[in-house]
């Protein structure tokens, strides 16, 4: 067993210089040499009476790992993010008749107003809605459109938002692939395609009858005798909503809820993003060397750090409830549901929380380069006196030599021969 150890040990060590192909021929010859040396000693393993040897050499043939690929995972650098979604089988769903809504957001804001003309000429989609959702109806912030041409029979809407999202409603992957692109006209401060696709949303709905919901949401039968019904609810992950042309803010309410959770990610990305780029300031202070950033750039930094968090607590609903549903008790119930479904609280509080920490460590890093910055005007004040001194003293000896020759001169004239 030591000298099978040590073989092995000996052959990890040479794989590091040899490719692939070279390494891949000993261990094949090893594990023919294992099957033989047990098959050897055992002459009973190919008896169909006895199993147990038989599942003992299969399993001694179970190729093992590369070396080159040991490494590899041992010594990666790459780090990831916790996922942090709730996948569902959104194919077997599929099967069951549950249609798909995504949702993707792909810059900072749109210009709904250029987006809705644009749309009206292409004479694809006809616009169902465009309003606002505050109470001062200043501007416009929702643009809801529909396909004119049908592809099949439940019809496929799309949410715009001002705040740079979109959420598509039954869908296909073409479709959504060239909105997208189309969208591009229309953005600003657009985000990499990356960031955009690793961050969208696919969640299941289905439509049902408007006699099968009750009003605290559960799915009852068409002869109940509740009165008063309600058009869509939440439940296990899955929008379930009526087919009527009513059901309009009920899709609104669960698109705007998939749109934050959205947007919340690509600000998560973002944050993840600055702490890397901070994360050698860290090791600086820890080893005691000299911070490798300028005052200027730490400055942008912090204003980076202060214009996610402006646009988190401040720009965004991530803390409270719209006041669009200020009224709207139902609606209400169900934003809160879907947030709560994608942890949108409790990732504000995380976000909130690590924001906090790099705004600490953005102030001790600025004051560690004040206090350097002010150590050098204080070094370029000394040498400047010293220069200063340095020239008086030279006027005073040129000065006190000038004075002694003047002295002396009319002495040696005044001397008689």
Not at 246 to 253: A, G, I, R, V
Request: proline share 4%.
């Amino acid at each position: 067993m030591n000298f099978a150890r040590l073989g092995l040990e000996q052959m990890v060590l040479r794989g590091l210089r040899t490719p692939r192909q070279q390494l891949q021929k000993p261990w094949m010859m090893m594990m023919m040499n294992r099957r033989l040396a047990s098959g050897a000693t055992s002459p009973a393993a190919s008896s169909p009476a006895d199993p147990a040897p038989k599942k003992q050499s299969q399993t001694a043939v179970k190729p093992l790992p590369l070396a080159e690929e040991r490494l590899e995972s041992i010594l990666s650098p790459i780090r990831t993010r916790i996922i942090r979604k709730k996948r569902l089988a959104i194919d077997e769903l599929s099967a069951l008749g549950f249609l798909n809504t995504r949702g993707y957001t792909t810059a900072e804001e749109y210009n709904l107003e250029d987006l809705q003309i644009a749309l009206r000429q292409q004479n694809l989609y006809e616009t169902k809605r465009f309003f606002s959702t505050d109470n001062l109806d200043v501007e416009q912030n929702v643009l809801f459109v529909a396909a004119k041409y049908p592809t099949g029979q439940q019809p496929r809407e799309i949410f715009f938002f001002r705040e740079g999202s979109v959420v598509f409603w039954n869908c296909s992957d073409i479709e959504t692939n060239n909105v997208l692109s189309f969208l591009r006209s229309f953005e600003r401060e657009s985000y990499v395609s990356a960031l955009v696709h690793g961050e969208s949303e696919v969640m299941p709905y289905t439509y049902i009858p408007s006699t099968a919901v009750d009003v605290e949401g559960d799915l009852v039968a068409e002869s109940s005798d509740f009165n008063v019904t309600s058009r869509a609810f939440f439940q296990n992950g899955k929008f379930f909503v009526t087919a009527d042309t009513d059901s309009f803010l009920y899709k609104y309410t669960f698109s705007n809820a998939m749109a934050q959770s959205i947007k919340l990610g690509i600000w998560e990305a973002t944050l993840d993003r600055y702490i890397d780029s901070i994360e050698h300031l860290t090791e600086d202070l820890k080893r005691g060397r000299r911070l490798r950033i300028s005052r200027a750039a730490m400055l942008r930094k912090t204003g980076e750090l202060f214009a996610l968090r402006h646009v988190i607590n401040l720009s965004s609903d991530l803390l409270d409830a719209p006041d669009f549903y200020w009224d709207r008790e139902e609606l209400e119930a169900l934003y809160l549901q879907v947030c709560s479904y994608f942890s949108i609280t409790r990732r504000t509080k995380v976000m909130n929380e690590k924001i906090n920490h790099c705004v600490e460590l953005a102030e001790l890093v600025s004051h560690n380069l004040n206090d350097a910055h002010h150590i050098r005007l204080e070094w370029m004040i000394i040498i400047l006196i010293m220069v200063e001194v340095g020239f008086e003293v030279l006027h005073f000896v040129s000065d006190h030599g000038d004075a002694h020759k003047l002295e002396v001169m009319p002495l040696a004239a005044s001397i008689p021969k």
